[in-house]
């Protein structure tokens, strides 16, 4: 057993959280004559080290994941979804969501052509909820950051949370309130072609283009401010703010999390700094699936399809589950830390 757990720690030392590469810049740094224990110089390693970490891995893990959604196109996942009823259906929904890495955002055309396809709305949301929320590619980069245990924990109560909202929505028959034009149409099976292996292949290559392309910027976002909170903001500051001696903490982290907009690979640098000044995980978890689940502009987006009666029941429900595990979390840590 001890075996098995020292592989693992070199595992997730070495390839997930890149130690090597965090020595490796400060050195850099050191050898061009900046001090990399100076609030300049930490930012600037901090900087380097996680934008590097995030899009290697990154890049690894997209083209992993989009080979595997290569076998589940939007018309094959309906088909299968299609199969099921009642939480059955909302529990494969949101496990299909963790294999489509797409933000907020890119997740609400395919929840428009799941209903066209006659899904019950409550099947579709938990999709929705899943899809930007949790993924596999953020489960191996939070390990990277957090370490399995928490990384864990994300994964399943955003699970969790997909499948209760989704659920909730599913009984409060909520399919009257989807604007006309997204109303069921026509037969879910429908046929989706076969790719060859090399056809996967440069599927996946373009995808990896593509998301990289698409988060770059929130990485880089997200990786600076990562960069200011780790190095400049005192860690008094953060405590009294979103500290869990203070009770409405994980409200507040919810509440600045839903007006950004950033893919949960833009979160993780922020999250990353937050845990480093002591914020709980449950503020953490909080803030992160805030942005990633009730970001602004895909409320915005939803509200093009959606009546506001369902719009305001679906960011109520998330947004109250959301603050629940932030809360539960906070008081349970100290079984998982």
């Known amino acids: 057993m001890s075996i098995i757990v020292s592989l693992w ?3 997730e030392n070495q ?6 590469l965090d020595n490796l810049v400060k050195k850099g740094l050191v ?4 001090n990399a224990d100076s609030k300049v110089g930490g930012s600037i ?3 380097i080290y996680d934008t590097i970490k995030i899009i290697v891995l990154l890049s690894i893990l997209i083209f992993v994941i989009s080979y595997i959604q290569s076998f589940f196109p939007p018309e094959r996942t309906k088909k299968i979804l299609g199969n099921f009823k009642g939480i059955k259906a909302n529990i494969l929904s949101a496990l299909l969501g963790t294999v489509t890495p797409f933000c907020s955002c890119s997740s609400i055309p395919i929840f428009i052509g ?6 019950p709305v409550g099947v579709t949301f ?10 596999l590619g953020s489960f191996i980069l939070l390990i990277s950051v957090f370490g399995l245990p928490i990384a864990a924990i994300y994964v ?3 699970l969790v949370l997909a499948v209760i909202g989704g659920s909730i929505l599913d009984k409060m028959g909520m399919e009257k309130y989807v604007v006309k034009f997204t109303k069921p149409v026509g037969d879910i099976d429908i046929d989706s072609p076969e790719l060859t292996t090399k056809e996967r292949i440069i599927y996946a290559y373009e995808q990896v283009k593509e998301t990289v392309k698409k988060v770059f910027w929130y990485v880089i976002v997200g990786v600076g401010i990562g960069a200011l909170i780790h190095n400049w903001i005192p860690a008094e500051i953060i405590q009294k703010i979103l500290g869990t001696n203070n009770p409405f903490s994980v409200l507040i982290a919810t509440i600045i999390g839903i007006p950004m907009y950033a893919d949960i690979f833009g979160t993780i640098p922020i999250a990353e700094a937050l845990f480093a000044k002591g914020v709980g995980v449950g503020t953490i978890l909080s803030f992160m699936m805030g942005v990633t689940a009730l970001s602004l502009p895909s409320i915005i987006m939803l509200k093009k399809v959606v009546q506001n009666k369902l719009l305001i029941n679906f960011v109520g429900i998330v947004a109250v589950g959301i603050i629940i595990i932030g809360y539960a979390f906070n008081a349970f840590s100290y079984l998982f830390i």
């Open 114 to 119: 799941f209903t066209n396809a006659g899904l």
């Open 126 to 135: 938990s999709f929705l909820i899943s899809s930007p929320l949790v993924d």
């Open 156 to 158: 399943i109560v955003g």
């Open 45 to 47: 390693q901090f900087f």
């Open 9 to 11: 720690d070199f595992f």
């Open 31 to 34: 050898n061009i004559g900046i």
């Open 15 to 20: 390839f997930l959280k890149m130690l090597w």
